[in-house]
């Protein structure tokens, strides 16, 4: 005896009373099922939530994440007050403003090797094998990403301290120009990592408000790489009133600036991707 399944408005056939008598069991646990929860969620949704999206390893792994995340955001705190006190050294160090850069670069060179440290133990538990297979590259990207974060910030600090420390021949009102849309720039970075904290933290819950989240990431590095083009753009148009050195450092720390906001975004991508994977 074959049994029936509907189609649609069709009605097919099984292909055996196992399957039939199966088809039975699932549909009668589902209808239960639905009227416990409402006819507004799907069985799908139920079954998420009773499964819960991330295995425990996973859920680690995001809260590793999030921790080299809010590393990030004080280090780029600390960008922004190294780049509002940068203008204000001297060169034999006596002004409270070069101090106030040595304490905060000190303070980010810190914050690094305790990124370091996170992700070193990321990579280990990745090794154990606490992630699934299918997603253990993307999240091995996913923390090289922020961590990458955390290098950058390091590096613009400490090549800011070595200028405030030894001031370049350079143009005032230039470099005064120039610090105020670095800190627009470093300013955006830290509004899409905030963004980016707060995607994780609801990373597998809600997809609507993950994929606005990281849409506005997006369009967050977007808005910065028009601050960047026109740095970049009054760089080369005052390459006389610059030597090659001020050059050289204005060019260099305006695309690791704006590197923080890609890294920034292709690390939201990454948790959205996860995300597909795992079917959210």
């Known amino acids: 005896m074959r049994g029936i399944y509907f189609d649609g408005a069709n009605i097919q056939r099984f292909a055996s009373t196992r ?13 239960s099922l639905s009227a416990s929860i409402g006819n507004g969620n799907s ?23 999030q921790e080299l995340a809010g590393l990030g955001e004080e280090s780029l705190e600390l960008l922004v007050k190294i780049l509002s006190s940068s203008g204000n050294g001297t060169s034999n160090g006596s002004h409270n403003g070069l101090h106030d850069i040595e304490i905060c670069t000190e303070r980010i060179n810190i914050l690094e090797k305790m990124g370091d440290k996170i992700t070193q133990s990321f990579e ?7 992630i699934t297979a299918s997603i253990e590259y993307d999240f091995g990207r996913l923390a090289d990403n922020v961590d990458s974060i955390l290098d950058r910030a390091h590096g613009l600090s400490r090549q800011l301290r070595r200028v405030t420390r030894r001031p370049l021949r350079e143009a005032k009102e230039f470099d005064s120009a120039n610090r105020k849309e670095m800190i ?18 609801i990373a597998g819950t809600d997809r609507t408000q993950a994929i606005e989240l990281a849409r506005k990431i ?11 083009d026109a740095m970049l753009d009054e760089i ?7 030597d090659y050195a001020s050059f050289h450092n204005y060019l260099e720390t305006t695309i690791e600036a704006d590197d923080i906001l890609d890294l920034c975004e292709d690390a939201s991508d990454l948790v959205i991707a996860v995300m597909k994977a795992l079917g959210a």
Do not use: C, N
């Not at 399957?19 to 589902?30: A, M, R």
């Not at 280990?124 to 606490?130: N, P």
């Not at 997006?218 to 960047?228: A, P, Y």
């Not at 080369?236 to 610059?242: A, T």
């Open 184 to 201: 627009h720039l470093i300013e955006i970075g830290l509004t899409q990592l905030r963004a980016f904290r707060q995607l994780l933290q």
């Open 218 to 228: 997006e369009e967050l590095e977007e808005q910065g790489d028009d601050v960047k």
């Open 236 to 242: 080369y148009g005052s390459w006389e009133k610059l």
């Open 124 to 130: 280990e538990m990745l090794g154990r094998g606490s």
């Open 43 to 65: 069985l799908s949704d139920l079954f998420r939530r009773v499964k819960g999206f991330f295995v425990p390893g996973e859920k680690d792994a995001f809260l590793r994440i």
């Open 19 to 31: 399957d039939s008598i199966l088809f039975y069991l699932v549909l009668k646990t589902g209808v």
